[in-house]
């Protein structure tokens, strides 16, 4: 079955650390998202990419960064610049970035708590 | 600017009940989408429903059912004889030209369905 697939599920990082989410998809989608979800706070956009080797920020792209080397890939990583990393991560596919009718298909997500 | 308000922020019902999840939007693009998708405690975001902006039909789909109106700008999201199972956290969204075609999410409503 097709899908995005997001690791790990669960993950528990110091203060100062650095750490990676990992999204896989086999959509063959070009276009990949990453989200932020806090409560009662709907979901935000952090990077998204349109095409493999290109990518542009979001609404909250401080403290993060990511890489597109694989059209099935969008690692997220979460720098220790990020002042509020508590949070929901969601990872999310769409059939292009470039039209408005594409339908969001999101993993999992993964949550991230800072001890 | 666009963006997308959800004033219910949680909704508890019976089971059997009917129950209207409201969503007001603002864009002044002329071509634009509406979504609802649906995320329930696995934490995976579904996709329910897309309407463009030329096209005001309701639509019925099982007990799901939608109410857009452009003269108030709402998209409200109707769930008749709830069940358990509809428990989760619904997102309205829009996307636009005037917004890069990126989804711009309400906060959520979270319904909680009562057997």
């Known amino acids: 079955d097709g899908g995005i697939t997001q690791s790990p599920k669960y993950l528990f990082r110091k203060e100062g650390q650095n750490v990676t989410l990992s999204c896989e998809q086999n959509l063959n989608h070009d276009a990949m998202y990453w989200y932020r979800q806090d409560p009662g706070q709907g979901l935000r956009l952090i990077y998204y990419s349109q095409i493999v080797n290109d990518f542009q920020k979001g609404d909250i792209a401080e403290g993060y960064s990511v890489s597109r080397e694989k059209k099935e890939s969008f690692p997220l990583t979460v720098t220790s610049a990020q002042k509020n990393p508590t949070a929901f991560y969601l990872c999310?596919?769409?059939?292009?970035?470039?039209?408005?009718?594409?339908?969001?298909?999101f993993g999992a997500g993964s949550r991230l708590t800072v001890l | 600017a666009q963006k997308v308000t959800q004033a219910q922020t949680e909704i508890s019902v019976v089971e059997k009940e009917d129950v209207t999840l409201d969503c007001v939007y603002e864009t002044r693009d002329t071509t634009y989408y509406l979504f609802w998708y649906k995320q329930p405690p696995s934490g995976e975001l579904v996709f329910l429903i897309r309407r463009n902006s030329f096209d005001e039909q309701n639509e019925i789909s099982g007990r799901y059912s939608w109410n857009f109106q452009k003269s108030t700008s709402s998209f409200n999201f109707t769930i008749t004889a709830s069940q358990v199972v509809d428990s989760a956290v619904y997102f309205c969204?829009?996307?636009?030209?005037?917004?890069?075609?990126?989804?711009?999410f309400g906060a959520g409503t979270r319904l909680f369905v009562k057997a």
């Open positions: 999310a596919s769409s059939i292009d970035g470039s039209s408005g009718a594409n339908v969001l298909t």
């Open positions: 969204a829009l996307t636009n030209r005037g917004g890069g075609f990126k989804t711009i």
